[in-house]
Structures are given as structure tokens and as C-alpha cells.
């Protein structure tokens, strides 16, 4: 019963969003029709270069961020069996560790790649 109160909710919450988002939209772009404005910025002929590089940067942040989790995941199983730490702390930490390298790593590359 919990669970489908939360995806319930959940399904709420992102409808809400998205609503609020396109009504707003749309309340602009009405109030700059009738102002006699210029509305030609809200359609573009073709997606901008700055879009494409957008969506190269998230997938190289989400493959970083991924990579340093299973690496986390075999370095805490190591410090485990190796040291003998408690699990839950040497893999909840190193996963966390690895998972910012990752971060770090990934924001020097579009760093980089932007200039």
C-alpha cells in the first residue's frame, strides 16, 4: 500500500511540474503577442550547436558517475576483505569517494572540451 502512495505522489509531483512549466510558457508568450513583440526567439530553424554539447556533457557526467559507483562497490568489497572493515561503512564511503572522482574527473574534461 506504502509503495503505490509514493508512486502515486510521485506521478503528482511530475505532472505538476510539467503543467506549471507549459501554462507559464504559455502565459508569456501570449502577454508578448499582445504587447506587439517579437516572438521569433521562441522558434528556432535549428537546434544550436550549445543543445548538442548539452546533452554530451550529461552522458559523459552520468558514464563518469557510473564507472566511479562500480568501481566504489569493488574497493569497499576490497577494503572488506583486505582490512576487515565493516561493510556497510568501506563500501557506502568508497562509493561515495569514487562516485566524486568521477564528478571532478568529468567536470575537467567538459572544462576542456568547452574551450
Do not use: C
Not at 566511479?68 to 561503512?89: N, T, Y
Request: no cysteine; net charge positive.
Amino acid at each position: 500500500m506504502e509503495v503505490s502512495i509514493v508512486f502515486i505522489s510521485l506521478f503528482i509531483v511530475i505532472f505538476g511540474i510539467f503543467y506549471v512549466h507549459y501554462t507559464t510558457r504559455h502565459k508569456e508568450r501570449i502577454a508578448l503577442i499582445e504587447k506587439d513583440k517579437d516572438v521569433s526567439l521562441f522558434y528556432s530553424a535549428k537546434p544550436t550547436r550549445a543543445a548538442s554539447q548539452v546533452w554530451k556533457i550529461i552522458i559523459l557526467n552520468l558514464a563518469l558517475v557510473s564507472i566511479g559507483i562500480g568501481l566504489g562497490i569493488l574497493f569497499g568489497r576490497l577494503l572488506v576483505d583486505i582490512s576487515g572493515m565493516q561493510e556497510e561503512i568501506a563500501v557506502t564511503a568508497s562509493i561515495f569517494l569514487t562516485a566524486g572522482i568521477g564528478l571532478l574527473v568529468g567536470f575537467f574534461i567538459t572544462k576542456k572540451e568547452v574551450k
